[in-house]
Every structure is written in C-alpha cells, then in structure tokens.
C-alpha cells in the first residue's frame, strides 16, 4: 500500500485527483493539502511516498515547498502551464501533468510512480504489484486526443531500470529545483524551515551566504540562518548585479561592502557595514572590480 498526500489550494483539482486514485486499491490519500505549508506538515507528519503538488499556490509555491523537505518523497506535478516549470520538466525528466488532464494521461503518471517504485523495491529484495488498478485496461498506452496538446509524454528515466532509484530521484530533484528557482517569481525571496516555522527571506535582506558542509548559512540583520542547498544554485539565482561569489565559499551582497583592500599575496579583504570582514579570492575580487567600476 502506498500513502499519497494532494497539495493543492483548488478543491476542486484534489477532489477530481483523489476521484481518479479511487480506481487504484494500493494507493491510499493520507491527507489532502490547500498550501505549501500545510504540505509541509502533512509530509512530515504521515512520510507519503507520493505527492500530488501543485505549483501556483498562495504563501509559497510548490517548488519553494518542495525545498524546505530533506528527503521529498516521489513527486507528481499537477500545474497550468508555466513556462519556468516546462523548462525544468523536461530539463530533468520529472514526470507532470498540465491541467486539465484526463484519467488515461494521470494513470499513465501513477504507472510511472509505481514502476519506479517496484524497480526501487526490486532493488531491496521485494516486488510490489504495479498492476492494482481496478477494472484495468489491456490497452493503456497513449495520451487521451483531446489532451495530446497540453500533456506532452516527458521521456522520463523512471520508465528504465534504475541502478540506485533513491539516489537518482534525490537528484533529479535537486537538479528540478535549481532550475526552477530561477524564474522571476523566486528570484526576489528565499524561503527556508528555521526550527518549526517557515520564513521567507527578501533577496535584499541578504547581507552574505557562505558554505557550511552540506548547507549555505544566509546571513541577514535579523539572523542567520540554514538551508540545504548549494552555494552553485545560490550564484545561478541572484541577481548578478549585486550578488557576487567572491570567494568559494562565500558571496556577497555588493551593496554591504565599505571598503576592500589587500590581505596577502593571493587574497583581499572586504569589510562590510555591519563589521563583518569576509575573504576575497583573486577570482573574486575581479569580480568585484567589474560590478563596481574600479579602474
């Protein structure tokens, strides 16, 4: 038996998914979702291994929520169309459904869930049924014609046998994420889990980011604080022109900076407002020449 949970803030869109899961007797809705933060609770609270997200949702947005989970469970994506969201799709083979989708095109998309999820158990010793669908169809293949347009077939790397399915699903998403992330609608916010509670950091806010093990810490007049992402992903999703990598391990809100000057043979130093001295590599501190139009 799989649990799935919907996330989803029109009623409407989870009742019409939850009707289609009806016809599947191993797949069972453990709670239904209307926002980010409500999915949040409920993936930590009942360990899915399916969720059904939406993407345009008040407070935070599906990709944001997904972010704020260690280790996400398989993910189906249910959206109007989006162009920053086709893009990572189909960049990263992560399976989606654009609204409105018919049963064939959402059983084609559980399918893929449970061969993936039978390949993963395959793997650990076990072999669930993939095939408990009721009244189950002998020719399943294809899109239904009316939605062909709008719910293009995604070559998904699911469909083939997987050497690790866990490792390469937590990478596909992470690869998902850091392409989404670079659409306008993230560009301008940050949003991470600070204990139990979920904050949602302006770009502006950020006096500097560096890299601590597997996390960047952000660091802003009112704290710092910790999220599981790459400072790569990081540099792809500020703005260059005032965000800049002067270091491996560290960039800079270019508008923090008071003074720079030598430090030894290789590196600088920057000084920022609040007193803050970070440093610069050569790279860097090239960088940082161009940005503010040093001769």
């Given at each position: 038996m799989f649990k799935a949970i919907l996330i989803d803030d029109e009623p409407l869109a989870s009742r019409m998914v939850k009707e289609y899961l009806s016809?599947?007797?191993?797949?069972?809705?453990?709670?239904?979702?209307?926002?980010?933060?409500?999915?949040v609770k409920a993936i930590q609270l009942h360990k899915p291994d399916l969720v059904f997200l939406d993407i345009q949702m008040p407070k935070i947005n599906g990709f944001e929520m997904l972010e704020l989970i260690e280790n996400p469970p398989a993910i189906i994506f249910t959206t109007a169309f989006d162009e920053y969201a086709i893009?990572?799709?189909?960049?990263?083979?992560?399976?989606?459904?654009?609204?409105?989708?018919?049963?064939?095109?959402?059983?084609?998309?559980?399918?893929?869930?449970?061969?993936?999820?039978?390949?993963?158990?395959?793997?650990?010793?076990?072999?669930?049924?993939?095939?408990?669908?009721k009244n189950e169809s002998t020719n399943n293949s294809g899109t239904a014609n009316n939605h062909a347009a709008n719910n293009k077939d995604a070559t998904n790397s699911s469909d083939q046998p997987l050497t690790n399915p866990y490792h390469s699903q937590k990478e596909k998403t992470r690869a998902l994420l850091d392409t989404a992330a670079q659409s306008p609608e993230q560009a301008d916010r940050i949003v991470i889990r600070d204990n139990s509670h979920i904050r949602i950091i302006p770009v502006p806010d950020i006096i500097y980011i560096e890299a601590a093990d597997d996390y960047a810490r952000i660091v802003t007049a009112n704290g710092a604080y910790l999220k599981?992402?790459?400072?790569?992903?990081?540099?792809?999703?500020?703005?260059?022109?005032?965000?800049?990598?002067?270091?491996?391990?560290?960039?800079?809100?270019?508008?923090?900076?008071?003074?720079?000057?030598p430090h030894d043979k290789e590196n600088y130093m920057a000084l920022l407002k609040n007193g803050i001295k970070l440093t610069v590599s050569k790279t860097g501190y090239a960088k940082l020449r161009d940005i503010l139009g040093m001769r």
């Amino acid at each position: 038996m799989f649990k799935a949970i919907l996330i989803d803030d029109e009623p409407l869109a989870s009742r019409m998914v939850k009707e289609y899961l009806s016809e599947y007797t191993n797949i069972e809705v453990v709670a239904v979702c209307q926002d980010g933060f409500e999915g949040v609770k409920a993936i930590q609270l009942h360990k899915p291994d399916l969720v059904f997200l939406d993407i345009q949702m008040p407070k935070i947005n599906g990709f944001e929520m997904l972010e704020l989970i260690e280790n996400p469970p398989a993910i189906i994506f249910t959206t109007a169309f989006d162009e920053y969201a086709i893009k990572a799709f189909e960049q990263h083979a992560v399976d989606y459904l654009l609204k409105p989708f018919s049963q064939e095109r959402f059983d084609k998309a559980v399918r893929r869930f449970i061969s993936q999820a039978s390949n993963t158990s395959v793997a650990s010793g076990s072999s669930p049924d993939p095939s408990n669908r009721k009244n189950e169809s002998t020719n399943n293949s294809g899109t239904a014609n009316n939605h062909a347009a709008n719910n293009k077939d995604a070559t998904n790397s699911s469909d083939q046998p997987l050497t690790n399915p866990y490792h390469s699903q937590k990478e596909k998403t992470r690869a998902l994420l850091d392409t989404a992330a670079q659409s306008p609608e993230q560009a301008d916010r940050i949003v991470i889990r600070d204990n139990s509670h979920i904050r949602i950091i302006p770009v502006p806010d950020i006096i500097y980011i560096e890299a601590a093990d597997d996390y960047a810490r952000i660091v802003t007049a009112n704290g710092a604080y910790l999220k599981n992402k790459t400072m790569s992903s990081f540099e792809k999703q500020l703005p260059p022109q005032t965000f800049v990598r002067i270091h491996r391990s560290t960039i800079v809100n270019v508008t923090h900076i008071t003074q720079l000057h030598p430090h030894d043979k290789e590196n600088y130093m920057a000084l920022l407002k609040n007193g803050i001295k970070l440093t610069v590599s050569k790279t860097g501190y090239a960088k940082l020449r161009d940005i503010l139009g040093m001769r």
